[in-house]
T-cell receptor, first 113, second 115 residues
Framework: AQKITQTQPGMFVQEKEAVTLDCTYD???????LFWYKQPSSGEMIFLIY??????QNATEGRYSLNFQKARKSANLVISASQLGDSAMYFC??????????FGTGTRLQVFP | GAGVSQSPRYKVAKRGQDVALRCDPI?????LFWYQQALGQGPEFLTY????????KSGLPSDRFFAERPEGSVSTLKIQRTQQEDSAVYLC?????????????FGDGTRLSIL
C-alpha cells in the first residue's frame, strides 16, 4: 500500500536559519510524484514544490528545495533563511497511479525571532 | 479571483440534516478532487472527476456521501443524514490535467460542524 510518513509532529527554527522537514514514502509504482504543501492557520493549502520519480535533479523553488533520495524513499523539504511567515503546517504528499494525493500527517513548523 | 472557490466557508448543521458543499475550480482545469481533513490530520481523498466523469469514488466513507460535476466545471459534494463524525474540513482541488507534474490547487475549504 502507498504511504507517506512524516515523523516530526513539530519543529522549531530561528528566523534566518535553515530547517529540514522529513518525509519518507512507500510505493511499488515506478512512476510517482511527490509534493509539498504549506497550510497556514487560515486553512488554505499552498503548493510549494514538486519532484517527479524520474527527475535527475533535486527540485528547487526559491527558498524551498527538495532533498530527493530515491533509494531511501525520502523526499525531505529544506527551507532556507526561514521567515516568521513560514510558521505553518507542512504536508508531504504523493500522487499515486490513480492521480489522487496521499498525504502524511504533517509537521507543524514554528519560526521564532 | 483566479483560484479554486469553495462555499460556504463554514457550515453548521444538526445531526440528520442534509448538506451541500460547492466547489468552483480554476477555469479550464480538467481534474477535480474532493478531500476530507479531520482536525490535526492530513487530507484524505474522497473522490475524483475528470471533466464530468467521476473516475474514482473509493474514498467516500458511506453511501450518504454523493458528489457530482454535471457540466465538467462546478462540483457539489452532498452529505445526507449527517452524523457527528462527518465534522471536518472539506477541501476541493483542481488541476489542469491528470498526471505529470501538474500540482493540485486547493480552495480554502468548507469547515463543516455537525451538532
Amino acid at each position: 500500500a502507498q504511504k507517506i510518513t512524516q515523523t516530526q509532529p513539530g519543529m522549531f527554527v530561528q528566523e534566518k536559519e535553515a530547517v529540514t522537514l522529513d518525509c519518507t514514502y512507500d510505493t511499488s509504482d515506478p512512476s510517482y510524484g511527490l509534493f509539498w504543501y504549506k497550510q497556514p492557520s487560515s486553512g488554505e493549502m499552498i503548493f510549494l514544490i514538486y519532484q517527479g520519480s524520474y527527475d535527475q535533479q533535486n527540485a528547487t523553488e526559491g527558498r524551498y528545495s527538495l532533498n530527493f533520495q530515491k533509494a531511501r524513499k525520502s523526499a525531505n523539504l529544506v527551507i532556507s533563511a526561514s521567515q516568521l511567515g513560514d510558521s505553518a503546517m507542512y504536508f508531504c504528499a504523493m500522487r499515486d497511479n490513480t492521480d489522487k494525493l496521499i498525504f502524511g500527517t504533517g509537521t507543524r513548523l514554528q519560526v521564532f525571532p | 479571483g483566479a483560484g479554486v472557490s469553495q462555499s460556504p466557508r463554514y457550515k453548521v448543521a444538526k445531526r440528520g440534516q442534509d448538506v451541500a458543499l460547492r466547489c468552483d475550480p480554476i477555469s479550464g482545469h480538467v481534474s477535480l478532487f474532493w478531500y476530507q481533513q479531520a482536525l490535526g490530520q492530513g487530507p484524505e481523498f474522497l473522490t475524483y472527476f475528470q471533466n464530468e466523469a467521476q473516475l474514482d469514488k473509493s474514498g467516500l466513507p458511506s453511501d450518504r456521501f454523493f458528489a457530482e460535476r454535471p457540466e465538467g466545471s462546478v462540483s457539489t459534494l452532498k452529505i445526507q443524514r449527517t452524523q457527528q463524525e462527518d465534522s471536518a474540513v472539506y477541501l476541493c482541488a483542481s488541476s489542469f490535467s491528470f498526471r505529470g507534474n501538474q500540482p493540485q490547487h486547493f480552495g480554502d475549504g468548507t469547515r463543516l460542524s455537525i451538532l
